[in-house]
């Protein structure tokens, strides 16, 4: 199974893009897909998830900003991004099937990441 992430690019402070990401291969559904991202020098955060149940949880500097959406079948997983910050930037990464809980992530599958550079 593999993960294909798409929709990154370049944009100015305030605009927006929209990032997909598609799984392939030997799959039906999973439990949940998120994004995730690494700005330049710094750690991977969560940025969102979304659960087979249909609930979302988002990390706190892109509340409000940012929604996370599935396909029903939760193979598939988008996520808009409106008045981007240049603190957004970052390579953006697709992951899905969650080993652990909702409250401590653990994704075993990733995608490549995406890069998304937001200029002031």
């Known amino acids: 199974v593999q993960l294909q992430a798409s929709g990154g690019g370049s944009v100015q402070a305030g605009g927006s893009l929209k990032l997909s990401c598609t799984a392939s291969?030997?799959?039906?559904?999973?439990?949940?897909m998120g994004w995730y991202r690494q700005p330049p020098g710094k750690e991977r955060e969560l940025v969102a998830a979304?659960?087979?149940?249909?609930?979302?949880k988002y990390g706190a500097s892109v509340k409000g900003r940012f929604t996370i959406t599935a396909n029903n079948a939760l193979n598939a997983v988008s996520l808009q991004m409106n008045n981007l910050k240049p603190e957004d930037t970052a390579d953006y990464y697709c992951a899905a099937d969650n080993m652990g809980t909702w409250s401590t992530f653990h994704f075993a599958l990733w995608g490549q990441g995406t890069q998304v550079t937001v200029s002031s």
């Open positions: 979304i659960t087979s149940g249909g609930s979302s």
């Open positions: 291969g030997k799959v039906s559904s999973f439990n949940a």
